[in-house]
């Protein structure tokens, strides 16, 4: 009967969404800043209601617990549909997360998806630039920013994928630290090869110990990917195998 629970997420989470937005609408017009908080704390609200409802039990484990007030630099594993839901559900305060342009395409989500995010157009230089300068104003502005450094869902069988150099450039340009997640359960609960795999159970984010950028220059952004790199792999090992459905 699995069938009926995914047909009862799907309908709960159209109901959800439809209510995110009509929310998100009038929240839209209070700016970039306080809008765009506002709109993501209406999707962290979201993301509770909607996960308890399927049946996905959220915890966050903190090896480090970030601060608001204190920017950084989050980076994580990607690896399922749920991330975009476990983003605001395991980051409590407002933060700015990078995503595709070609989400902002879905009707409804894509209206909240392009007010609550930067997003890039990852075959357009110009635009990955100026989606690059959107995320530093954020930070410039005290807000976090989140990118998942893989690029897209990892297919490729090892728990990460080889990462890109964007964000620990900007960690390295900017003097913020970068913040590394680990998303561990996400793709046993919704594999990203069909949202009609979706299943009930534990989620877990872990909160790794934050990377300083101290001293660094752009000579060490190698170094700095890599050491990152190490770092969550060897986190996703110690908390056991991951699914990749």
């Known amino acids: 009967m699995h069938w009926l629970y995914v047909l009862y997420a ?5 109901l959800t969404l ?3 937005f009509l929310l998100a609408v009038p929240a839209s017009f209070l700016g970039e800043t306080r809008g ?4 993501y704390k209406i999707c962290r609200a979201w993301a509770d209601v909607w996960l308890a409802g399927v049946g996905i039990r959220h915890k966050n484990i903190y090896v480090h617990r970030p601060q608001k007030g204190s920017p950084c630099i989050y980076v994580a594993n990607h690896i399922s549909f749920l991330d975009a839901a476990l983003i605001v559900k395991a980051v409590r305060y407002p933060v700015r997360p990078l ?3 070609e989400m902002t395409k879905a009707p409804l989500f894509g209206f909240i998806y392009k007010k609550a995010i930067v997003v890039v157009d990852r075959s357009d230089p110009e635009h990955r630039a100026a989606s690059v300068r959107r995320l530093v104003k954020q930070l410039q502005k005290g807000i976090s ?3 998942f450094p893989e690029g897209t869902f990892n297919l490729t069988g090892k728990p990460l994928a080889p990462f890109y150099d964007g964000a620990f450039r900007m960690a390295i340009e900017t003097g913020y630290p970068v913040q590394p997640v680990l998303f561990l ?6 594999p990203n090869t069909s949202i009609f795999k979706l299943n009930p159970g534990r989620s877990r984010a872990v909160f790794l110990e934050s990377v300083p950028v101290d001293g660094l220059t752009l000579d060490d952004v190698h170094r700095l990917k890599t050491l990152v ?3 969550m792999e060897k986190g996703l090992n110690d908390y056991g195998p991951l699914s990749f459905g």
């Open 229 to 231: 790199h190490e770092k």
């Open 10 to 14: 799907l309908i709960l989470f159209g």
């Open 185 to 190: 359960d996400a793709g046993k609960r919704l």
């Open 36 to 39: 765009g908080n506002l709109i």
């Open 18 to 20: 439809i209510l995110t």
């Open 145 to 147: 920013v989140f990118i």
């Open 99 to 101: 995503g595709k342009i």
